[in-house]
């Protein structure tokens, strides 16, 4: 197998290409996140944090803002109407652009006192959103505006799609950053990125049982990362978990057991499935966005 590629399970050789390389579609950033791809528009959003822009990629290589003034946008994601939901640092809030380019709040506050920063989204197929709520954003005022936080945890949050309620459902991160859910939302992985600033907290996946459809049970270790952390994490078709490293991108079978590696030359920060036929990797890299093709995909429900 030649590079970009690291094979430590012969089950990889079949996820990858071995005629493809690696490539960057745009850089000239300060720190790229928040990656999502969506298919009716043929186009990625990506979000620069300390330049407070979201930019977008399209197939034919062009690159433009899409958003100037992002208030330190960081994750993204699509919900269940196509809609843009975001993770502001600026604002300690969770966003949604309308069709009509209105942005609406969908959630600032906790039990009366504001979020730290939330940080990632993902949406489950009942148009729950769940995201992640570290302290990054008020660290500095590089991804945000620093501050002290007012939450005593850093949440994992669920917001009700009916009734706008949100809910902790698990305080147990030191830093918790991005989400996925298995392909038939029984399970929900999170990344812990502790380690960004406590070197003894281990830079694992977590995997939760997803009970009643909105509460989390059985927490445990689902993967470590051998090199760096996790930061941005993705399920593909087969049930395999990749997730961001500081080497490259790791692929994880269902069980945990470690695959392989895509290599990158930057500090990989989030990932997601896309590209005109749905089989590529698309890759934030620090001051960078990297795509590739490979042989899996995202499930689509």
Known sequence: MVEPYQVLDRRFRDLVLPNVRLRKISGGHLWTEGPVWFPAH???????????????????????VFRGNSDFANGNTMDVNGRLITCQHGTRSVTRTEHN?????????????????????????????????P???????????????EQKYNNVFRLDPETGTLASVTPEFHKPNDLAFSNDETLLYIAESGSSHDEAIPAVIRVYDIVDGNRLENGRDFAEID?????????????NVWS???????????TGVLLGKILV???????????????????????????????????VR
């Not at 990054?136 to 501050?147: D, P, T, V």
């Not at 090199?227 to 049930?239: A, E, M, Q, T």
């Open 265 to 299: 030359p930057e500090t990989v920060s989030n990932i997601t499935f896309g590209g005109a036929r749905g089989n590529e990797l698309l890759i934030t890299a620090t001051t960078s966005v990297y795509a590739i093709h490979v042989n899996s995909e995202a499930l």
């Open 244 to 254: 961001s490293a500081a080497d490259g991108v790791h692929c994880f079978d269902p």
């Open 101 to 133: 380019g209105a942005i609406t709040i969908l959630a600032d506050g906790f039990e009366g006192r504001r979020l730290n920063s939330p940080n990632d989204v993902v949406v489950k197929s009942d148009g729950s959103i769940w995201f992640t709520d």
């Open 135 to 149: 302290t990054y954003g008020i660290l500095s005022n590089y991804e945000g505006y620093k501050a002290a936080p």
């Open 42 to 64: 043929q186009c990625l959003l990506f979000s620069d944090i300390p330049n407070q822009k979201i930019f977008r990629w399209m197939c034919d290589g062009s690159v433009n």
């Open 227 to 239: 090199n760096g952390l996790p930061d941005g994490i993705r399920v593909d078709c087969y049930g």
